[in-house]
Nanobody
């Protein structure tokens, strides 16, 4: 059984940092890409970043977090946080092939419970 749980959220001032972790089990890490998503209040879910299956390929980011967020496997380091980064963050995995992970939510079939990140101004 695939199990995912995001953790590490909290309240931080603008300009601060947080590191999110995704505890994952129940699947072959070599076959599944991992993605981070977020959903702010009243907004649609947005994909933040992804790492290819096996972790030896590409890591991709949405433009709004490039240069500030760094995904390393199942962790997401968030620096220079902005109030607009406030959201519930989720990790998700999906079976994918190749070295280029997909930046699309439909490519991720398993989702964990989210963790709330609040950035104050």
């Amino acid at each position: 059984e695939v199990q995912l749980q995001a953790s590490g959220g909290g309240l931080v001032q603008a300009g601060g940092s947080l590191r999110l972790s995704c505890e994952a089990s129940g699947f072959d890490f070599e076959e599944y890409a991992v993605g981070w998503f977020r959903q702010a209040p009243g907004k649609e879910r947005e994909m933040v970043s992804c790492s290819s299956a096996g972790g030896d390929g590409s890591i991709r980011y949405v433009d709004s977090v490039k240069g500030r967020f760094t995904q390393s496997g199942y962790r997401l380091q968030m620096d220079s946080l902005k109030p607009e980064d406030t959201a519930v963050y989720y990790c998700a995995v999906g079976r994918q092939y190749g070295h280029r992970c997909l930046m699309a939510s439909h490519a991720y079939g398993y989702w964990g419970r989210g963790t709330l990140v609040t950035v104050s101004s």
